[in-house]
């Protein structure tokens, strides 16, 4: 747990008990979980987008950028196995933005909803009076795909880590048009022995020091073993690419040696399943170059507020 | 339906169609109702402050921001008589912010969390590159509380407009310290009889345009029925500060005449009910004057998206 935003979110945590009977998973995992009465439950992430931050205009269109806000959320529901059921979007338009801004936006948006039956139901917008950057925000309902959610916290010394897809280099192009996990989540969960699940989007390095953190365990990566994509290949360094860059939005999972295997040898998607390491007892992560030596492995992912003091 | 904001809201309404079975209230109310599997049904609302629109760092403090913040989401849960169940936060940091600032918003949003008993479940935490202005969204969901939510689109001919509470002024602090009139809104509409509901956040002209737009009725107001607040009363022309200035955060509501009646003569609440006037045939909004002078009513409220172009 070493990026300024998880020592917040820590302190967010820890600021207000929770009932774990009404809220099974609160503050820190992907999404959190409320049960309401009669057995039912609903999950719900918040996801921001900035201007200058998140996306950037000269690189990016609007349409790209509705497409990307709504795929993020998307991603959380499949990082905990669960299915997509409602969006509510609030825009924040600079000065300048008419509706023919806000259509474009709009038709990003949609196509993202339609594509993952998650219907946009609601929303507002408003305008700065002085600003003039965009700003989204996407919050996303979903429900339990027929098993319970899975959360960051369950790995366990033994487990195999595996992910979904090539990782790295997402910049070129992979973070506004990637596809989320949604439909092989739910068929990895559907196995029964997934013992931690997450979605990859502050980089792989970062990302597993958070189950490892939540789960108090350690785990040793094989640098070989790592699934690098095209577009990470075109980097300096490439394995640094892969495990560094942010917004993969490919699945982190990890589960028994033998469920692995039996999961490996079935899996029958476009998207491939990779395992690329162990966990194991302590709480470091290490990569295994390979003639075999173990270095230390650091989170260096993207921290969103790596500008902030310790809390 | 006067206001840009009203006619984005409608092109987004109409842009798809959503499922009444599923969706039985969606874009255009103040929540979204969302119907799960086994007869239950969630709500969600959300909206987004803006730094320089909604507040002023000058003359609010953070912690003032984050009750605020909260508070008006829970207004719209009042607003159509359901139960606040959890939020989720977002915020988006100025370059210049750290955990001190962090915490004095965390605790104006956990006053509000605590007293309407919403928990803040999960949130997002981001950081500005460039721009220097806070941005807070809150998404929360509500449950219905012993009938069917109340909306805007059910008002009738003949019916009562009643509103809680005294209105106007707000800008001179109740819009910072506001009490979402949620126990109200649940006892108003136990009695079974309440046509139409919303909550004023916008200033009663443009708010009671809504419900006279979506119900397709008219509506006559008797200006010296009118519950002008002592804030109002302050100002050069107290009545116009009453129908038109925003953040109100009271009930507004129709219901038949008899049951109006009764609901008056039963109350006993520390927050007054006041029968403002009536629902008419049309689509128009008239007020009458002491001397019974009918003059036109237009909505004057705050028109979030005013420099937009027509949709």
């Not at 002085?130 to 959360?151: H, Q, W």
Request: aromatic residues 4%.
């Amino acid at each position: 747990m070493n990026s300024a935003e998880d020592r917040i979110t820590e302190w967010f945590a820890a600021a207000r008990h929770l009932d774990p009977a009404r809220f099974p998973v609160a503050i820190g995992d992907d999404m959190a979980q409320i049960n309401l009465d009669g057995g039912k439950s609903v999950l719900i992430t918040t996801d921001m987008l900035l201007e200058g931050t998140h996306f950037d205009l000269k690189t990016a269109s609007l349409e790209q950028v509705g497409y990307k806000s709504m795929a993020a959320s998307i991603s959380d529901c499949a990082a905990m196995a669960t299915r997509p059921l409602a969006a509510v979007v609030s825009v924040g338009l600079p000065a300048g933005y008419a509706s023919r801004e806000l259509k474009q936006l709009h038709k990003g948006i949609v196509s993202a909803a339609d594509k993952y039956d998650c219907p946009l139901v609601g929303g507002d917008i408003t305008s700065w009076q002085k600003e003039t950057a965009l700003v989204i925000n996407v919050a996303m309902l979903s429900t339990p795909a027929g098993c319970e959610p899975l959360k960051r916290s369950g790995a366990k010394v033994g487990d195999c880590i595996c992910v979904t897809g090539t990782l790295g280099g997402s910049g070129f192009g992979k973070h506004l048009d990637f596809e989320p996990r949604v439909e092989e989540a739910i068929r990895i969960a559907a196995t029964g022995k997934v013992n931690s699940m997450m979605d990859i989007s502050d980089g792989l390095s970062t990302d597993l020091a958070r189950i490892c953190h939540q789960s108090k365990v350690g785990a040793v990566l094989n640098a070989e073993a790592i699934p690098v994509s095209e577009a990470a290949m075109r980097t300096s360094d490439p394995l640094a690419s892969a495990l560094n860059d942010g917004e993969d939005f490919e699945l982190l999972f990890t589960l028994p040696e033998k469920e692995c295997e039996k999961l490996l040898s079935q899996w029958r998607g476009t998207v491939p399943i990779t395992c690329i390491g162990k966990i194991v007892k302590g709480e470091q992560m290490k990569l295994r170059a390979p003639d075999g030596q173990l270095t230390p492995l650091k989170p260096a992912g993207y921290d969103h507020l790596a500008d902030k003091e310790t809390l």
